[in-house]
């Protein structure tokens, strides 16, 4: 059974600090990971999306990687912003299904 | 590209009712997902169709639990008598096949009172 875990659980930085967010998982055959961001009261939205052979991907501000034999993934986002304030939330995907992690609540202080 | 939308946003309800969530994919998504997010916890899959089929529902909780997706468009899930544990957000997401990208609805408050 996979267990995704992401540390820390919250996080508060002031604006323009670089942002390191961990996931770690238990079962490295999964066939992708998943960045997700969420907003209070609101639904998900993928950020990105790191298939099982690649090592990184990286969008605008923000850059995941990925190191599938330790069960290890980081999102770094450069230069935040008060705009960047969510929850993080971290899946993998096994088969077709996805195992959520419990998130990352960041807050950017401006 | 309308998104994965979700009805209702909210529903409290006491114990001991019937709630029916629904869920519309995106248009020519033939996979669709139910995950919830129960106080606390880790969001966790509920199932998987395949068009109108079943593909996984081995994270159905129980049996007062019941998801249908007739004709395969959209997506109801019943929830039949509710219990004060089965508050929470349930998400509809779907995909298209041969993809990898899961499109999550913005998701349906339940409160059983």
């Known amino acids: 059974k996979q267990e995704v875990t992401q540390i820390p659980a919250a996080l508060s930085v002031p604006e323009g600090e670089n942002l390191v967010l961990n996931c770690s998982f238990t079962?490295?055959?999964?066939?992708?990971l998943q960045w997700f961001r969420q907003d209070p009261g609101k639904g998900l939205t993928s950020l990105l999306l790191?298939?099982?052979?690649?090592r990184e991907q990286t969008s605008g501000r923000l850059n995941a990687s990925l190191d599938k034999s330790s069960g290890r993934s980081t999102l770094y986002i450069a230069a935040s912003q008060p705009g960047d304030s969510a929850t993080y939330l971290c899946?993998?995907?096994?088969?077709?299904?996805?195992?959520f992690g419990a998130g990352t609540t960041v807050t950017v202080r401006a | 590209e309308a998104g994965v939308t979700q009805f209702p946003s909210h529903s409290v309800i006491e114990k001991g009712q019937t709630v029916t969530l629904r869920c519309d994919p995106i248009?020519?998504?033939?996979?669709l997902y139910w995950y919830r997010r129960v106080m606390g916890k880790e969001i966790k899959f509920l199932l998987h169709?395949?068009?109108?089929?079943?593909?996984?529902e081995s994270g159905m909780p129980n049996n007062r639990f019941l998801a249908e997706r007739t004709g395969g468009t959209y997506s109801t899930l019943k929830v039949q008598p509710a219990e004060l544990e089965d508050s929470g957000v349930y998400f509809c997401?779907?995909?298209?096949?041969?993809?990898?990208?899961?499109?999550f609805g913005p998701g349906t408050r339940l409160t059983v009172l």
């Open positions: 997401a779907s995909s298209r096949t041969g993809t990898y990208t899961q499109y």
């Open positions: 079962d490295s055959a999964i066939y992708n």
């Open positions: 790191i298939q099982s052979s690649q």
């Open positions: 899946a993998v995907r096994d088969d077709y299904k996805l195992s």
């Open positions: 248009s020519g998504h033939d996979n």
């Open positions: 169709f395949v068009k109108e089929s079943k593909q996984d």
